[in-house]
């Protein structure tokens, strides 16, 4: 039973992995497909934070309550003592779980806006993976409403 606990809760947090929002990394179905090409030059660089817990699903609450609740029960008093720290544990645990889920789901993003050749502007979030300077000229990359920007 403890056992099963402990790999359900590492498969529930096994669903806490971040998608990548980077002008490098493609997905499949993204490979080979046509992109429209823009040419811009950027104005502005604005360090952001890219949260994908918008929507938390509560997967790392869970998997940490899960495992909190199996160690303190298991290891700390018998019986009602037993019951009384695997509770404990379990509160604890799923605080944790939260705060690793937010961590692992939280990274830096760039807020890039581009002045493009009729004087527009555009402005794209994206991982930041790549060093943008203002002034530089850049690439728009546009697909299914996603865009990137690229040197």
Do not use: W
């Not at 993204?30 to 604005?46: F, I, L, N, P, T």
């Not at 929507?55 to 037993?82: M, Q, R």
């Not at 939260?98 to 050749?117: A, D, F, K, W």
Request: charged letters at 15%; hydrophobic letters at 40%.
């Amino acid at each position: 039973m403890k056992n099963l606990m402990v790999v359900a809760a590492l498969v529930a947090l096994s669903g806490c992995a971040v998608t990548p929002n980077s002008a490098n990394v493609y997905s499949s179905r993204q490979a080979q497909g046509e992109q429209s090409v823009r040419m811009a030059v950027v104005d502005s660089v604005r360090p952001v934070t890219i949260d994908k817990n918008r929507g938390d699903n509560g997967a790392g609450t869970l998997a940490g309550g899960a495992l909190g609740a199996v160690a303190a029960g298991s290891l700390i008093g018998k019986g009602n003592g037993s019951l009384a720290a695997g509770v404990v544990g379990a509160v604890l645990g799923g605080i944790a779980g939260n705060q690793v889920e937010n961590n692992l789901n939280q990274r830096p993003g760039l807020e890039i806006t581009v002045r493009l050749s009729n004087g527009e502007l555009r402005a794209i979030t994206q991982d930041a993976d790549e060093q943008f300077n203002v002034g530089d000229r850049v690439r728009l990359l546009s697909s299914g409403g996603v865009t990137r920007v690229t040197h």
